[in-house]
């Protein structure tokens, strides 16, 4: 076998694990392997001639390991001490995981023990154990071990044996590649954080520290709101709506959540009306998160509230091309703020708001200039004008306009479905499978050019719009409870494509495996209003 790690190739007769093989290529900051375009564990076994990258904290791949490994410890800290404490994950915040605990109330003392217990097994440098029971083990298992409630059942019923990650007298269920022992998880801080605790990790910029926790009120009330509302309806982890899904309930989980979109909807523009002095709505979110029709919805209310939306497009303010900035490659920069003539949109907006009629540009993006078309506007007494773009929540881009007139929303598909009460289903993966099948469905492309496209439109949210998301008055989540169950039939084959020889093979190897667990909801059962419209196709919107 030959096995090349950069330049180096080094020759075996006989299997040995990645780790043996490189050991002074696995410095402490090293995690996991990608072999073969496969994220593997450190201790894989090397059978085949392949190719070894290694990853660390700073590769995303290898943030969701260091994470998955402390959420392990933490898990076991807590059994060691407080061995009845129901756990359960719940999302994501400033480089940090919050949790519940469903049957105790979280105390500083308990979060000083577990801390204590977390770094006594991180001194240790436990191994860390993949362990396969055959289908009766498992079962048997599952009745027997409270750390393996809301197992999905699915897992067991489909295959031939359960795996589970065994680390002295622990076991749990985890998604994916665990690190090989306790010791790699030196970085970390358990904190009481609200009715909860959060467990803090280092970033992907800087692996050898953590970073100062920012606190991000709005957001968390927004995932709160999602969570106990689908906690009360008892479809808040992937366990309990596949099994809905199972008893013929998909149609009525479907107008559940669609009925909660059109609730809040109709919230945000009651609002808005009521705020007299709100003329422009100012609407921001990352990718996939269903901005268009989310819009076009909000629309359809103010209307009913008596108010005329009217909208401007961002995207025809640009500078001309000689004048917009460049990236540090050398490329037009087309989401830095800088690239929007923000002189002349600020002067026009405020005509508007004064009711003065202006001549909006056009912008010949062939030419890379603004043309006037003749293209006049004007607001009568109950227009308001609705504005989409990645800048909206950022005051650089309406410097000059009056906060009193502005009303800002911040969307995004803030998942609060859960695989099991220790693996979250990121907020992430869930507009990237959205945005797999708009691609492919709407914009020809395939499942491996949005894989390659997604690390730089992720650069791009985390530079422009991330960073305002708490300056917004209002945030909706687009999120739907059921859409990784109705996007499943479209997104899976797309990602079965990709075949191994592709760097994006690991990526879609994940997602191929999120997808695999979820019952599947026909197309049909979604009502073509729907915010989903906009990646199934077939909707009622224009897009």
Not at 106 to 121: A, G
Not at 329 to 337: K, L, S, T, V
Not at 346 to 370: A, D
Not at 466 to 475: G, L, S
Request: charged share 30%; with cysteine; net charge negative.
């Amino acid at each position: 076998m030959k096995i090349t790690y950069k330049d180096k190739t080094v020759e075996m007769q006989e299997p040995k694990k990645v780790i043996d093989v490189f050991k002074d290529e696995c410095n402490e900051h090293v995690i996991a392997c990608i072999c073969n375009n496969q994220i593997q564990a450190l201790n894989h076994i090397l059978t085949e001639d392949s190719v070894i990258k290694f990853i660390d904290i700073s590769d995303k791949d290898g943030l969701r390991i260091y994470i998955r490994g402390l959420s392990y410890i933490m898990a076991k800290a807590f059994y060691d001490v407080y061995p009845d404490a129901l756990l359960t994950v719940d999302y994501q915040l400033s480089n940090s995981m919050f949790f519940e605990i469903d049957n105790m109330k979280v105390t500083e003392e308990m979060i000083k023990k577990v801390s204590k217990r977390m770094q006594e097994i991180v001194d240790a440098d436990i191994p860390i154990v993949k362990v396969k029971m055959s289908k009766e083990e498992g079962n048997a298992f599952y009745e027997k071990h409270k750390t393996l409630r809301g197992i999905l059942q699915k897992d067991i019923e489909e295959r031939d044996h359960v795996t589970l990650y065994y680390c002295e007298d622990y076991y749990n269920y985890f998604y994916g590649v665990m690190p090989i022992s306790t010791g790699y998880m030196r970085i970390f801080k358990l904190e009481k954080y609200k009715h909860g605790f959060i467990i803090r990790y280092p970033n992907r910029k800087d692996i050898t520290k953590l970073q100062p926790f920012v606190d991000s009120p709005k957001l968390l009330a927004a995932l709160q709101d999602y969570e106990n509302i689908h906690r009360l309806l008892d479809i808040n982890t992937l366990y309990k709506l596949n099994k809905k899904v199972q008893n013929g309930e998909a149609k009525h989980i479907v107008l559940l959540d669609e009925a909660l979109h059109e609730k809040k909807i109709s919230q945000i523009a009651d609002k808005i009306a009521k705020n007299k002095k709100a003329k422009v709505i100012l609407i921001a979110g990352p990718s996939s998160s269903g901005k268009t029709t989310f819009a076009q919805r909000l629309g359809l209310q103010l209307e009913l509230n008596g108010l005329r939306p009217v909208t401007i497009s961002v995207d025809n303010y640009f500078v001309e091309r000689e004048d917009t900035p460049r990236d540090a490659n050398g490329e037009f920069d087309f989401e830095d703020i800088n690239a929007i003539d923000r002189k002349l949109f600020n002067e026009q907006i405020l005509k508007l708001i004064n009711g003065e009629e202006v001549e909006t540009p056009t912008f010949n993006f062939h030419t890379g200039h603004k043309e006037y078309r003749g293209d006049k506007l004007k607001l009568n007494k109950n227009d308001v004008l609705v504005i989409e773009g990645i800048h909206c929540l950022n005051d650089k881009l309406t410097s000059n306009i009056p906060k009193e007139n502005k009303f800002k929303i911040y969307i995004s598909a803030l998942t609060v479905l859960n695989i099991d009460y220790f693996n979250r289903i990121s907020t992430t993966d869930s507009r990237l499978i959205r945005r797999i099948v708009r691609d492919y469905q709407f914009r020809g492309y395939s499942a491996l050019h949005t894989l390659k496209m997604w690390p730089s439109v992720n650069r791009g949210e985390e530079k422009n719009i991330f960073p305002f998301q708490e300056e917004a008055d209002i945030m909706f989540n687009t999120s739907l409870v059921y859409e990784i169950s109705a996007l499943k039939p479209m997104a899976l084959p797309l990602l079965q494509e990709i075949d191994s020889s592709e760097p994006e093979y690991a990526e879609a190897k994940r997602l191929c495996e999120i997808l695999q667990y979820f019952e599947e909801i026909p197309k049909e059962l979604i009502p073509t209003n729907s915010l989903l419209r906009e990646f199934l196709g077939n909707g009622d919107f224009k897009y």
